[in-house]
Nanobody, 126 residues
Framework: QVLLVESGGGAVEAGGSLRLSCTAS????????WGWFRQAPGKEREAVSC????????YYSDSVKGRFTISRNNAENRLYLHMTSLKPEDTAMYYC???????????????????YGQGTQVTVSS
């Protein structure tokens, strides 16, 4: 059974930082592309940042480029998202995801082969 568990969310003021973590089990972590998605109330889920299984290919949405950094630790089956210079518009539920097509220009879930965690809430106040 695939289990993805996110942690590290919270409430911060604009300009602050948070580091999200995702611990995975039930799948070969090092053979998957991984990513972070987010969904704000009333909006569609969007890809924030993704990383290829080889840890070379990365994707960042335009809204987070230069502020967020994705990383992975294959030995510990963990995915991270270091978020800095947070803005109120970053407020959303953040989800860890596996089973993605990752390109520098896009990050696309592979329907039927993708997995998601339950999410961790990030709230940024102005």
């Amino acid at each position: 059974q695939v289990l993805l568990v996110e942690s590290g969310g919270g409430a911060v003021e604009a300009g602050g930082s948070l580091r999200l973590s995702c611990t995975a089990s039930g799948l070969p972590f090092d053979q998957y592309n991984w990513g972070w998605f987010r969904q704000a109330p009333g909006k569609e889920r969007e890809a924030v940042s993704c990383v290829g299984y080889e840890s070379i290919t990365t994707y960042y949405s335009d809204s987070v480029k230069g502020r967020f950094t994705i990383s992975r630790n294959n030995a510990e089956n963990r995915l991270y998202l270091h978020m800095t210079s947070l803005k109120p518009e970053d407020t959303a539920m953040y989800y860890c995801a596996a089973g993605l097509l990752v390109l520098p220009s896009s990050c696309i879930p592979l329907t039927g082969h993708d997995h998601y965690g339950q999410g961790t809430q990030v709230t940024v106040s102005s």
